[in-house]
């Protein structure tokens, strides 16, 4: 069977050639970070940097690696005008003339390299605005601002999963020829729910409508809705949010009460904006207890956001215990 390659699926949806040219530098270089995952403690790249990131965590080695590697690649690319990455302190400029601002999660789900668990590469691709030089300013656009979004999943196979506003394309990494093809074009998201994604030991620091909302999926069919929960926790959210496109589901990393000022875990412009975008495209909803995540002014490139993203029914009703 003949399947459609990365190429040919940008140039068939009409993308923009100077989009195209970002997106296939994204996918290349991808495929050069999964043969270093591959490699593992036989090329020396696990355990951890010996540095602190802008976020306040100790950096692995991979995390250094992948940035270096997205960071030269995208630098090299005329389109890109202005790159932001969880591991970089400040907005890095480019190309004056180029048409694009990226931003990236280079490595997600740190905590996995070192026990050959899934991780991911997040990435959000924005218009540029502004006059050159790059300023953070002109990164700080809302979500439904971005022209394409999608992540690369590092797994038993390695997938890359885009949407560039018109739903969801899955491509599966031909190890044999480093091609990416199209394996599945029409992802959608159902909108009821059977399984749900969270780490449960932060439970105790949530806010008291994520405790009672929890609760009553917790109490399956005997509780108030009358039916049993399956679920599941990665620690990465490409992977999480990944099973959520494959088989539905709600993701959240909510509101924390030992960061009240710091709104949760999960950042916004590198992790649940570009999620947000895919997540909507597959007909799902992605937002905080107050509005749609894809609305939000940021305010700052690092800023961090309470997520209740996936199936459109449940999370509606996970937000609906906040707002009552
Ligand atoms: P990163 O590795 O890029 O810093 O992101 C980790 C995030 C996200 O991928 C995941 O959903 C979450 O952290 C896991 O958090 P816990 O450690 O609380 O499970
Ligand atoms: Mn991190
Ligand atoms: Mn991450
Ligand atoms: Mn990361």
Known sequence: MSRVALPQYLENAAVAAELQSVILGLAEVSVDISKSLAKGALAGVLGAAGAENVQGEDQKKLDVIANDMIKDALAALPAVRGLASEEEAE??????????????????????????????????????????????????????????????????????????GNGVAMFTLDQDNGTYLLTESEVVIPADAKEFSINMSNQRHWAAPMQAYIADLISGKDGPRAKDFNMRWVAAMVADVHRILCRGGLFTYPW???????????????????????????????????GKILDIQPEHI???????????NEVALCVDYHQR
Not at 110 to 130: A, E, Q, Y
Not at 263 to 281: C, D, H, I, S, T
Not at 302 to 312: N, T
């Open 91 to 164: 907005v890095v400029p480019c190309h004056t003339a180029g048409s694009y601002l990226v931003t990236f999660d280079p490595l997600d789900g740190s905590s996995n390299i070192d026990i050959n668990s899934m991780v991911g590469t997040i990435f959000s691709v924005l218009p540029h605005r502004g006059e050159a030089p790059v300023t953070e300013q002109d990164f700080l656009q809302p979500g439904r601002h971005q022209q394409a979004a999608g992540y690369v999943l590092y797994g038993p196979s390695v997938m890359l999963v885009l949407s560039t």
């Open 256 to 290: 924390d009460s030992r960061k009240p000022d710091q709104a949760g875990k999960l950042r916004l412009m590198y992790e649940a904006n570009p999620m947000g975008f895919l997540v909507e495209q597959a007909g799902g909803e992605i937002w905080t207890p107050e």
């Open 302 to 312: 690092h800023q961090r956001v309470p997520v209740i993203l996936g199936a459109a």
